[in-house]
């Protein structure tokens, strides 16, 4: 059941966010396709190097990426985390690689780190601001063959991604006392509403929550349910439900299957997003996509840069590899996506090859190179 679940959500996914986002279709493929890719830092580079056309003698071996094992027609254009600030976006990510996104349309993010209380703008909040990216989706389904406490967990979090606590307004009032900006819109919140209800119809769902304290902040959390209700009115084939944050992560925990498609503003996406992803296991094997207007597509994994293990052959590029299916099946490359889909899965319940955090003693070639034998 586990693979019907994940194979329905990262299979049908890709059309319906084609129909309601107006992105580009392929149906056949004679030149390569090209895609934009940041490897980021820390362990990026090395799960890139598991998806991407890359070539390299690891030990005796030569050691080919899933992509190019499967013969997918991509040609990447790599834009690596700069050394120094670009001024014109205030961050180590130059205006060449917002640009490359915005004229290739579609792309793939490895992990990029964000300095705690200090430093620079983060990188992933100058990709969503800067490439409007407004929704982020991100399934938590049960792998088979890969024991947690919960059983076919089957959650889709869609998560406004543009402003809420995100928006980076802050200032110092007088010295001890800073204020930060929460800001709601009418339009930020209709849109990433109408989004859920959509993707909840056309994949078959039946229920969308969304997730609010307006019982404390009223006015913002507020406008945010009154957008949700005025879009769950054109929807009425789909439940619509209220549920505060914090009795949803006690839900949650008790309860996994009490949800199915949750929608929510920015900074409630992130920490419910990530609660979700425990429960099947960790972020290491959770795929996400971020949504723009515009036509644009960023798969990414949402973990951390691991910096403590970068460089040592250790890291997991489950998170990244499934999130670059969800980016072949928006390119409607699905015989491949399912292949390596497949080969993933298949690697993963075998259970002979696995990384660390997954319980195993496998290194990320030796985990790459078992999901390219069976491709």
Not at 187 to 211: C, D, M, P, T
Request: a neutral charge.
């Amino acid at each position: 059941m586990a693979f019907q679940l994940l194979r329905r959500t990262l299979g049908s996914r890709s059309s319906q966010i084609s129909s309601f986002a107006n992105l580009r279709a392929f149906s056949s493929v004679s030149t390569p396709i090209r895609a934009t890719l940041f490897p980021g830092d820390g362990i990026g580079p090395e799960i890139a190097d598991s998806v991407k056309q890359q070539q390299r003698m690891d030990n005796v071996r030569f050691f080919f990426g899933v992509f190019k094992t499967a013969q997918v027609p991509i040609e990447w254009e790599e834009h690596y985390v700069g050394d120094q600030i670009d001024p014109r976006t205030q961050s180590f990510l130059t205006w060449e690689s917002l640009e490359s996104v915005r004229r290739n349309k579609v792309g793939l993010k490895g992990p990029m780190a964000t300095p705690i209380g200090k430093g620079h703008r983060s990188l992933n909040l100058t990709l969503r601001k800067e490439l409007n990216l407004y929704a982020n989706v991100r399934p938590c389904y049960s792998l088979p063959g890969y024991k947690t406490r919960y059983d076919n967990v089957d959650l889709i979090t869609i998560r406004e991604n543009t402003e809420g606590e995100y928006s980076g307004l802050e200032h110092q009032v007088v010295r001890g006392v800073v204020e930060s900006l929460k800001i709601i819109t009418r339009q930020a919140s209709l849109r990433v509403a109408e989004y859920a209800f959509h993707y909840a119809k056309a994949h078959g769902r039946e229920r969308v929550s969304a997730i609010h304290k307006a019982n404390i902040m009223q006015k913002t959390d507020g406008l945010f349910l009154k957008c949700c209700r005025e879009v769950a009115e054109k929807y009425p084939e789909i439940t619509y439900e209220e549920v505060v944050i914090d009795n949803c992560c006690m839900m949650l925990v008790k309860n996994p299957a009490a949800f199915d498609v949750l929608v929510m503003p920015n900074l409630y996406g992130d920490i419910i997003s990530d609660l979700c992803a425990g429960l099947v296991g960790g972020l290491g094997l959770t795929p996400s996509c971020n949504i723009g207007e515009g036509g644009i597509a960023l798969a990414e994994a949402v973990h951390g840069s691991a910096p403590d293990i970068a460089g040592k052959n250790l890291a997991n590029p489950t998170a990244l590899l499934l999130s670059g299916v969800t980016m072949l099946r928006h390119l409607e490359l699905n015989d491949q996506a399912e292949k390596i889909q497949n080969a993933i899965l298949n690697t993963i319940a075998e259970g002979k090859y696995r990384t660390a955090d997954l319980g195993g003693s496998s290194t990320t070639s030796d985990f790459t190179n078992a999901i390219c034998d069976r491709l």
